[in-house]
C-alpha cells in the first residue's frame, strides 16, 4: 500500500521558519517526480515545488521562489521543504504527491502549516 | 501561467443523473509532438486529499470506476459522471501540466 506521511507543520510567526517532512513507502521512491502542493483554508489547490527522480532538478511557483527549498533522500525515501521567510499568505494545509512530472498519482493526508503576523 | 477556468463553480444533480463539469484553459493543453493532452481531474472529499481520477484528458486512473469520462482537446476538457452515486459528492479540479508553473482549476462543488 502506498503511504505519504507528512510532519513538521505548525504555528510559526511571519518570517520564521519550517521544514516539512514526507516519508514514502509502498512504491519505488526514485522512479518518482515528488511534489509539494498547498491549499489555503477554504481555497483551491496550489502547486508549490517539485524535484526530479534524482534530485538534480527542482521547479518552483513563483511566489516561493528564493524563500523555500525542495529537497530529496531517495536512500531514506524521504522528500522536504525547508520553509523560510514565512509570510501569512503560506497558511495552509501542504500535500507531499508523488508524480509523473505531469500528473499527481500519490497524495499524503496532509500538514498544516499556519503563519501568524 | 496558463489560467484555467472551470464552470460552473457548484452544480446538485440527483442521483443517477449525469453531471457534467467543464475546465477552459487560457491556450492548448495539446503537445503535437507527443499527440497527448496534459490534464488532468481530481476528486476531492471534505478532509481528503485529492484523488487523481483522468489523466492525459480521458485515461482513467486505475481502480477509478467507469462512470468517470474524460473528453475534450486543446483548450476545453469536460469530466462526465454517467450516473451520479452519493459518494460521487466532492470538489472537482483540473489541472494542466502543459507548461510550467503546473496550475489548477479554482474546483468546481458537486452536490446531490
Known amino acids: 500500500e502506498v503511504q505519504l506521511v507528512e510532519s513538521g507543520g505548525g504555528l510559526v510567526q511571519s518570517g520564521g521558519s519550517l521544514r516539512l517532512s514526507c516519508a514514502a513507502s509502498?512504491?519505488?521512491?526514485?522512479?518518482?517526480?515528488m511534489s509539494w502542493v498547498r491549499q489555503a483554508p477554504g481555497k483551491g489547490l496550489e502547486w508549490v515545488a517539485n524535484?526530479?527522480?534524482?534530485?538534480?532538478?527542482?521547479n518552483y511557483v513563483d511566489s516561493v521562489k528564493g524563500r523555500f527549498t525542495i529537497s530529496r533522500d531517495n536512500t531514506e525515501n524521504s522528500l522536504y521543504l525547508q520553509m523560510n521567510s514565512l509570510r501569512a499568505d503560506d497558511t495552509a494545509v501542504y500535500f507531499c504527491?508523488?508524480?509523473?512530472?505531469?500528473?499527481?498519482?500519490?497524495w499524503g493526508q496532509g500538514v498544516q502549516v499556519t503563519v501568524s503576523s | 501561467d496558463i489560467v484555467m477556468t472551470q464552470s460552473p463553480d457548484s452544480l446538485a444533480v440527483s442521483l443517477g443523473e449525469r453531471a457534467t463539469v467543464n475546465c477552459k484553459s487560457s491556450?492548448?493543453?495539446?503537445?503535437?509532438?507527443?499527440?497527448?493532452?496534459?490534464l488532468a481531474w481530481y476528486q476531492q472529499k471534505p478532509g481528503q486529499p485529492p484523488k487523481l481520477l483522468i489523466y492525459?484528458?480521458?485515461t482513467r486512473e486505475s481502480g477509478v470506476p467507469d462512470r468517470f469520462s474524460g473528453s475534450g482537446s486543446g483548450t476545453d476538457f469536460t469530466l462526465t459522471i454517467s450516473s451520479l452515486q452519493a459518494e460521487d459528492v466532492a470538489v472537482y479540479y483540473c489541472?494542466?501540466?502543459?507548461?510550467?508553473?503546473?496550475?489548477f482549476g479554482q474546483g468546481t462543488r458537486l452536490d446531490i
Open positions: 509502498g512504491f519505488t521512491f526514485s522512479d518518482y517526480w
Open positions: 489541472q494542466q501540466s502543459y507548461a510550467a508553473p503546473i496550475t
Open positions: 504527491a508523488g508524480d509523473t512530472g505531469y500528473y499527481f498519482h500519490y
Open positions: 524535484i526530479n527522480k534524482d534530485g538534480s532538478a527542482e
Open positions: 492525459r484528458a480521458s
Open positions: 491556450q492548448s493543453l495539446f503537445s503535437s509532438s507527443t499527440n497527448r493532452n496534459y
